[in-house]
């Protein structure tokens, strides 16, 4: 009776995380179709004054509006990249595919880095070129036509901000319009200087300034791309910090074999053994255990096994073997939230 009686407490208080898990995740709203309707829109815009851009190039003979123009090429390629990455990335999950696809807008992500250093490349080239053999620029045509560019990038800045933060695809893409838009202001002070003093070298080096601050944003998202793919710790979580709290929690004798790592764009997880003080206290370890995680740290997707006491240093094998009945060791106890 008491072995029924525990296992009909362990259904219920499974089937409440569950409740919980799948009522918040119906209170939020889907972040990812928010993203596509800003990506597209920002698409629209970049692609529409690209031309405009190629166009006053040619005539006025400005590298620095060919340069701002490939970067709005970049940017219309990374919009359309991201906005595909997130539609793949909102996919359902499968017995393939089991955490889903969203790690498809990291890769995006790392895809748009490395086009970032590539369009960065090509015009330091082409700049030096020009800074040792000068060409004629129309100073007044490159301030009009850059001067329009800029408040087509602050505009697309603007649509894009409110999905930086929790999405690194969305990152990816705004960095590219806040590089163009940058190229824009370069743009604008190198007609400025042409047309008001005659410096025929302030477009080239105008050129320079701009790619140094792409190549700046490019390592910065090569590198959070990187870390996810290698199942780097987030940046923004102290191990240390989360072992401590772990151990803080009644019931825990120690806390080992400690993973963090992300899925995709702000979906972070976290895999931990806890060992137990009194074998009474295992199932209020395990419940305060991912409420903690979840409350504390924002890790919604939680797997703890709670382990019996004496198994401190043990491998995790032998420690599943001890903490499961017989026959049931490849089913250790754990626990599993979704975000609120």
Known sequence: MADEAGAEADDTRA????????????????PRAANRRRLGAALVLAASYMGAEIVGGLLTGSLALLADAGHMFSDSAALSLALFASWVASRPSGLRWTYGLTRAEVL?????????????????????????TPHPVHGGGMLAVASGGLAVNLLGLWILSGGREDSMNVRGAWLHVLSDAL??????????????????WADPAASLAISALVLVSAWQLLRDAVDVLMEAAPRHLDLAQITRALNGLRGAAQVHDLHVWTI???????????????????????EAACELLR?????????????????????????????????????????????A
């Open 15 to 30: 089937h409440r995380l569950e409740f919980r898990a799948v009522h918040d995740h119906g209170q939020k709203h889907d």
């Open 108 to 132: 995006a992500a790392l895809v748009q880095g490395a086009g970032l250093v590539a369009v960065a490349i090509l015009v330091v080239l082409e700049a030096f070129e020009r800074l040792s």
């Open 183 to 200: 190229g824009s202001v370069g743009a604008i002070a190198a007609g400025f200087g042409v047309w008001r003093f005659g410096w025929a």
């Open 264 to 286: 995709g764009s702000g979906e972070t997880s976290l895999s931990c053994h806890v060992v137990l003080t009194d074998e009474r206290e295992r199932d209020g370890l395990l």
């Open 295 to 339: 409350t504390r740290f924002g890790i919604g997707h939680a797997t703890v096994q709670i382990e019996p006491p004496g198994f401190e240093g043990a491998s995790p094998g032998e420690a599943c073997a001890g903490a499961c009945p017989p026959g049931e060791a490849s089913a250790p106890a754990t626990g599993r939230v979704e975000p």
